[in-house]
């Protein structure tokens, strides 16, 4: 479970994490479900500052045309505006780069990749992959997961690089 938050500056990051894991986490998923379930706030530390005073600028233009024309889904990065270092950016050219690999290698005629960050955290929280069925025979969709986490390194500085 990944939260971030914004908040006052007079509160500390020990005091969210304690009130938002008793009164929200607790509060809907059921217990027995959280006993091996990682919980994360606000991981770059201090989240005091938001809303248009810390995003704001000319992105978020033509965000469909400029990745997949409505084909597949898309988190609502935009591109235009950010440099590389935002990983609704680069993680998104990457991410295509490594669906293309799978694809160009044999191990499926489709694959839809999906990836999670966390501020603060280099390495993406999870990795998805979707073939849509059509992966190798003998293989998983999990597989491919495995492939992909030895062969490509996600971290925004290796993206970059």
Avoid at 10 to 28: A, D, M, Q, W
Wanted: proline content about 4%; overall charge negative.
């Amino acid at each position: 479970i990944l939260i971030s938050t914004q908040h006052d500056p007079s509160v500390s990051n020990e005091e969210i994490t304690s009130v938002l894991t008793e009164k929200v986490i607790k509060k809907v998923v059921p217990a027995d479900m959280l006993e091996d379930t990682k919980i994360i706030i606000n991981p770059s530390g201090k989240f005091d500052v938001g809303g248009p005073a810390a995003d704001a600028g000319l992105t978020g233009r033509k965000i469909i045309v400029d990745t997949y024309g409505g084909w597949c889904p898309h988190g609502g990065g935009a591109f235009s505006g950010k440099d590389a270092s935002k990983v609704d950016r680069s993680a998104a050219y990457y991410v295509r780069y490594v669906a293309k690999s799978i694809v160009a290698n044999g191990l499926a005629h489709r694959c839809l990749i999906q990836v999670s960050y966390a501020i603060g955290i280099a390495d993406p929280l999870s990795i998805h992959v979707d073939t849509y069925g059509s992966h190798k025979e003998g293989m998983t969709d999990d597989d491919i997961v495995e492939i992909i986490k030895k062969n490509f390194n996600f971290r925004p500085g290796a993206i970059i690089q």
